[in-house]
């Protein structure tokens, strides 16, 4: 295998959910430059479209709209839908929200819907794609976009942060447990990245907030590409002996 072949998605099959916006929309969009086939999954199927239209070879690639938190609804698509497209040799899991929140509202309901979100609906499916029917000969990679707040505090992510940090958590567990199924299991842990979620932040609506938080970056902010190119680096044989890694992509946020 050349150097090149290695970072080379040809002939892999990969799920990317959260494909219909931001960094998971461009996770895709670079996927196909790099030749794999990809499932798109998220809700939203216009948006989903739009993705694949974006993409090399865009009648390569498969659609499946899905709702995570719908546990039953997930693994009737899984069966019904992914499994004859057969082995799978990758997974991004970009869906995710994130909030600003003081200490004083966060009820068990909001952290049940963070939870729901950014942590259940993920396992789950992983826990459904890593059944012996889509493992591969050659092994595959499992990727969790996570973030810094996983990692470090901020004020008024308390939610955020726990979501985050169960997912690097859990992330070292399930690679060791994996690892005789020859699966990878990294996450990916960006900084402040500019996505439709992040324009949408509390901090992007005051000018002076917004500053601050960029100060903070001393690269500046990110770019979804920023973070797209870490995934499938994960994706592809050159990380082959990469498992049970938090990467932070993150312009420099958590060095200070």
């Keep these: 295998m050349s150097m090149l072949d290695a970072f080379s998605l040809n002939g892999k099959t990969i799920i990317i959910t959260g494909a219909s916006s931001g960094i998971g929309r461009q996770c895709a969009i670079l996927a196909s430059q790099l030749g794999a086939r990809v499932i798109l999954a998220a809700r939203n199927l216009e948006k989903l479209e739009y ?3 974006l993409m090399e070879r865009s009648d390569e690639h498969f659609i499946c709209v899905m709702d995570l938190m719908n546990f039953e609804q997930v693994e009737n698509i899984v069966s019904k839908t992914v499994q004859p497209l057969g082995k799978i040799n990758g997974i991004i899991h970009a ?4 909030t600003t929140l003081p200490l004083r509202n966060c009820t068990h309901t909001k952290m049940d819907d963070y939870f729901n979100t950014n942590v259940y609906g993920s396992v789950n499916l992983s826990r459904l794609l890593t059944k012996p029917v889509f ?3 050659n092994g595959s990679s499992i990727v969790f976009i996570t973030s810094v707040m996983g990692v470090v505090g901020e004020v008024g992510k308390t939610i955020y942060s726990l979501t985050k940090g169960a997912l690097i958590a859990g992330t070292k ?5 994996l690892a005789p199924k020859k699966i990878r299991v990294n996450c990916v842990s960006p900084g402040v990245v500019i996505t439709p979620m992040s324009n949408n932040a509390v901090y992007s609506q005051d000018e002076t907030s917004l500053e601050k938080i960029k100060s903070n970056h001393p690269l500046g902010f990110g770019n979804p590409n920023d ?6 680096f994960l994706m592809s044989d ?4 990469i498992t049970g890694s938090n990467m932070i992509v ?4 958590t060095a200070k």
Excluded: P, Q
């Design 238 to 241: 050159a990380s082959r002996w």
């Design 95 to 98: 869906a995710g929200i994130s």
């Design 250 to 253: 993150d312009g420099g946020y």
């Design 135 to 137: 493992l591969t000969e």
């Design 227 to 232: 973070v797209a190119y870490a995934c499938l």
């Design 173 to 177: 567990s399930m690679a060791l447990e």
């Design 51 to 53: 993705t694949k239209s």
